[in-house]
């Protein structure tokens, strides 16, 4: 310790303790990344600031949070760090514990006075966070304390809806389990049910509605369940909504129905069991276009002749009175006008 503190006085003496790299990390940053307690005493010992920034702004001692360097998060502390700086997105370093997992951090922070509501730039809290990024410890440690369970960022996400969209079953259940609203929505009018099915998480999407989430709802742009899984060509998911009683035929706000939406996409299997299910295979949506104007405009061959083979009318027009083998022609889906001549 002495002979490294004698080469550390050398170099700050020479003006190195305060060279900066290319991202404005400072010798303190790098010592709190990789965890060398001892230098960062040293560095701080000559005077290195202990809230200096990086490009990013970043301190040192959300560095150490986020790399989950517990006894040096405590000395900067003990050295005057500021347990409340964030960096140029808002995040500061309980949120970067969250994130990373690094629950006895987070208590650490908790006991000093941390905010435990804190939010980012984006409106993030540590609870959103952890949601996000699967720490369910650190979830359940959060609400335990009385973070606020259903706070949401700037795009409207709760950790509830944040969780579902990544996946995050067990933290899924949890919120569930202890009340958080299952119905909220983001600002894009989805719920943590719309999020499951957008990410094609059919396990997820069974939970909450067992859980009673509304199968009903529609987002914004009056999307429904199965049109989020049709478009999408979620297949498992929109057999599974078809057997527990939704609208096959509900259509969003452009006229959109899930037939249209995976007749466009090419979605063979969910065309196949959408008109297996009675969808009404004429509907048009505001330009007319029905489901086989639609496949042939994009170029959907074997949805084509799914739809033919359903009795779909080949002579449909859309509103400016072009029919599907006038529109495989136009695109140049030579395969659809062989067949529909």
């Given at each position: 310790?002495k002979k490294?503190q004698?080469?550390i006085?050398?170099a700050a003496?020479?003006?190195?303790?305060?060279?900066k790299?290319?991202?404005?990390n400072?010798?303190?940053?790098r010592?709190?990344?990789n965890?060398?307690?001892?230098l960062?005493q040293?560095?701080v010992?000559?005077?290195?600031?202990?809230?200096v920034?990086n490009?990013?702004?970043?301190?040192?001692?959300?560095?150490?949070?986020?790399c989950g360097?517990l006894?040096?998060v405590?000395?900067?502390?003990?050295m005057g760090?500021?347990?409340?700086s964030?960096?140029k997105?808002?995040r500061?370093?309980l949120?970067?514990a969250s994130i990373?997992?690094?629950?006895e951090?987070?208590?650490?922070?908790i006991s000093?006075g941390?905010?435990k509501d804190a939010q980012?730039?984006?409106?993030?809290?540590p609870l959103?966070a952890a949601?996000?990024?699967?720490?369910?410890?650190i979830?359940?440690?959060?609400?335990?304390?009385?973070?606020?369970?259903d706070?949401?960022?700037k795009?409207?996400?709760?950790?509830?809806?944040?969780?579902?969209a990544?996946?995050h079953?067990?933290?899924?259940k949890?919120l569930i389990?202890i009340?958080?609203?299952k119905?909220?929505k983001?600002?894009n009018?989805?719920t943590?049910?719309l999020?499951?099915?957008d990410?094609?998480?059919?396990?997820?999407?069974?939970y909450?509605?067992?859980?009673?989430?509304n199968?009903?709802v529609?987002?914004?742009?009056?999307?429904?369940?199965?049109?989020y899984?049709?478009?999408?060509?979620y297949?498992?998911?929109?057999?599974?909504?078809?057997?527990?009683g939704?609208?096959?035929?509900e259509?969003?706000d452009?006229s959109?129905t899930?037939?249209l939406c995976a007749?466009?996409?090419?979605g063979?299997?969910?065309?196949?069991?959408l008109l297996?299910?009675g969808?009404?295979k004429?509907a048009?949506?505001?330009?007319?276009n029905?489901?086989?104007?639609k496949?042939?405009?994009?170029g959907?061959?074997?949805v084509?002749?799914?739809?033919?083979?359903?009795?779909?009318n080949?002579?449909?027009r859309?509103?400016?009175?072009?029919?599907?083998?006038d529109?495989?022609?136009?695109?140049?889906?030579?395969?659809?006008?062989?067949?529909?001549d």
């Amino acid at each position: 310790m002495k002979k490294d503190q004698k080469y550390i006085l050398i170099a700050a003496q020479r003006g190195l303790c305060i060279r900066k790299d290319e991202n404005g990390n400072s010798p303190l940053h790098r010592a709190c990344q990789n965890g060398n307690l001892k230098l960062v005493q040293s560095l701080v010992q000559i005077g290195i600031n202990p809230n200096v920034r990086n490009n990013n702004d970043d301190v040192p001692l959300k560095i150490a949070s986020e790399c989950g360097h517990l006894e040096i998060v405590q000395y900067l502390i003990t050295m005057g760090a500021n347990k409340d700086s964030s960096d140029k997105y808002g995040r500061n370093p309980l949120i970067a514990a969250s994130i990373n997992g690094h629950l006895e951090i987070v208590k650490y922070l908790i006991s000093i006075g941390a905010n435990k509501d804190a939010q980012d730039k984006n409106g993030c809290t540590p609870l959103i966070a952890a949601s996000e990024f699967d720490k369910i410890d650190i979830v359940k440690y959060l609400i335990s304390i009385g973070a606020n369970k259903d706070l949401s960022d700037k795009n409207g996400y709760t950790p509830l809806t944040i969780a579902s969209a990544n996946s995050h079953l067990e933290i899924v259940k949890y919120l569930i389990s202890i009340g958080t609203n299952k119905d909220a929505k983001n600002a894009n009018g989805a719920t943590a049910l719309l999020c499951a099915i957008d990410y094609n998480n059919l396990e997820i999407a069974k939970y909450l509605i067992s859980k009673g989430a509304n199968k009903e709802v529609r987002d914004i742009e009056g999307r429904t369940l199965l049109i989020y899984a049709s478009i999408k060509n979620y297949y498992k998911i929109v057999e599974y909504l078809i057997s527990i009683g939704v609208n096959i035929d509900e259509m969003a706000d452009n006229s959109d129905t899930p037939l249209l939406c995976a007749s466009q996409i090419g979605g063979t299997e969910s065309v196949n069991i959408l008109l297996a299910a009675g969808a009404n295979k004429e509907a048009k949506d505001i330009g007319g276009n029905t489901p086989l104007l639609k496949a042939s405009s994009n170029g959907h061959l074997e949805v084509v002749k799914l739809l033919v083979s359903a009795g779909a009318n080949k002579d449909a027009r859309q509103s400016l009175g072009y029919n599907a083998r006038d529109l495989a022609e136009m695109n140049d889906h030579r395969d659809i006008v062989e067949f529909l001549d």
